[in-house]
């Protein structure tokens, strides 16, 4: 998880603090929202997931995100 907080870094500009509890907050959110049965695998694709980072529009996933959570 420590090299997609990376990621999540250089590509915001947001403190690693920041960017590992918005990492921990949208794992959280699948894991509730994940058939128990999967909700394990979330951790696991969390750390493999910092490659893909490279190639998403941050903005757009903030802004989706935040639609998700009732703000627009």
Do not use: C, N
Request: proline share 1%; glycine share 16%; no cysteine.
């Amino acid at each position: 998880m420590e090299e997609l907080v990376q990621k999540v870094v250089e590509k915001t500009g947001i403190s690693e603090e920041q960017a590992r509890g918005a990492i921990e907050t949208v794992a959280g959110f699948l894991k509730e929202k994940l058939p128990e049965s999967v909700g394990g695998y979330v951790d696991q694709a969390l750390g493999m997931a910092s490659g893909a980072v490279d190639h998403i529009d941050v903005g757009s996933v903030a802004s989706a995100l935040g639609g998700l959570f009732g703000k627009k």
